[in-house]
């Protein structure tokens, strides 16, 4: 998979299980900072906030859920137990498995062997249905 399905992936989860918004991602691989806003699928992930932006953690244990995550029509599956989750590509023979502890999100991608992790550097905060960005992160926001 790519970075940037890692990435939202990444963004996707630390919603669902930290109640955060995140803006931007700190990996770890890179060194360096990715901006949500310059992934090509930005629009779905903004759109992903506004959608989830009453969302409260916790109440995802258990739970199954379809986001898309890009324009081309690909849509992540992921299901939430606790902090930890699994999913995958609808359509694709590989999944991944993760977990969110504070800032820190970890995946581990089945088809490649590998493991990608990442810390929250930024959350959005919510003016109306236009999330701008933010450098700290508060669970709800």
């Known amino acids: 998979m790519h970075l940037s399905v890692f990435a939202s992936i990444a963004v996707i989860a630390g919603k669902l299980v930290a109640g955060k918004s995140v803006a931007s991602l700190y990996d770890f691989a890179l060194p360096g900072t990715i901006n949500i806003d310059n992934l090509p699928n930005a629009p779905r992930l903004k759109a992903f906030h506004v959608e989830f932006r009453d969302y409260t953690p916790g109440v995802a244990a258990g739970s199954s859920y379809q986001c898309p995550i890009d324009e081309s029509g690909q849509v992540l599956e992921i299901t939430i137990n606790g902090s930890s989750f699994i999913g995958h590509i609808k359509g694709g023979a590989s999944y991944f498995i993760g977990n969110v502890r504070g800032d ?23 003016h109306g249905n236009d999330p701008r960005s933010d450098t700290a992160c508060w669970p709800g926001r």
Do not use: K
């Open 104 to 126: 820190a999100i970890y995946i581990f991608d089945h088809a490649s062997s590998s493991a990608i992790n990442f810390r929250i550097s930024g959350c959005m905060t919510a």
